[in-house]
């Protein structure tokens, strides 16, 4: 059992409070997921740079020293914002040199998401203590994804923690259990898509992921994971145009929407939702099974 959040603002003058909304509904989901959270923010507007979101070991790493060693040997422009164990690190490459030299020398350092408008935050513990301590409330954007998890198959630790993403500016959240994650990542590692973990749901990331680069609208994305991803699911995909959301052909994972002329708000609950500005006004429905459903901006 774990707990999925995501809010869209369609008004870009409430952009500024995507942080300040979300974390009540991520702390919402406590219940169904007291182990680890995290959380994906799209900003409002693609950067020019790359954006490359790390996770670094305890105690702190010293991000003045990575940007240093980055500086010194891949060419072009470089900056980092340090969130104490995460940090955002800007590059004008497409951040595929950067990624090299990290893997060599600091392969204690994750690469959690890459793309122009994707940060994304997760770690171990409560979401109310792993949101005070990135300062979600701050934080602003057009859309946002996130995850409370309660381990089921696999370890507790950051690695662990949803949202997964893979490629650049995509990542997925899931509630339920998936049977053959092993099967789909033997048919996807002959083809060169590296695998982090054990989880689950990083099977169905990077099973989705890599259609949609292989040419594939995330509807017939989703339609082809019908077909290959077995088990229970609510999955809710961030890219970065906007939403998606699908349960699996039973509907055995809840979930809630909720639409306004200001934002689509999505929760495993509607506790999650409660709070939220207008909510009494709001279109709310049940997602069907085997149906997907995608917002975004435009």
Known sequence: MCGIVGLLIKSPEWDSRLGELLVPMLVGMTDRG???????????Q????????????????????????????VPGVHSVTDHQRHAVLLTSTDGSAVRTLLAKAYPQIAVLSVGNRIDLYKDIGSPAEIAARYQFDLLAGSHAVGHTRMATESAVTPAHA????AGRD?????????????????KLEPLG????????TEAACRFLEWR?????PVDRAIERGFEELDGFFTF????????????????????????TDDYVAIASEFRSLAHLPGVGEAKLFEPQPRTIYHWSRA
């Open 162 to 165: 949803h949202p997964f993403t």
């Open 236 to 259: 809710l995909i961030g890219t970065a145009d906007g939403l998606a959301l699908v349960r699996d052909p039973f509907a055995c994972k809840p979930a809630i929407v909720a639409e």
């Open 34 to 44: 007291p182990d680890s959270a995290g959380l994906a923010v799209f900003a409002s």
């Open 170 to 186: 995509f990542c997925l959240v899931h509630n339920g259990s998936l049977s053959n994650p092993n099967l789909v990542r033997r």
């Open 46 to 73: 693609a950067s020019p740079l790359t954006r490359i979101s790390l996770f670094g070991p305890a105690p702190m790493p010293d991000w003045s020293a990575v940007l240093a060693d980055i500086a010194a040997v």
């Open 212 to 216: 949609m680069r292989e040419g594939d």
């Open 193 to 200: 898509i590296h695998f982090d973990t054990d989880n689950d």
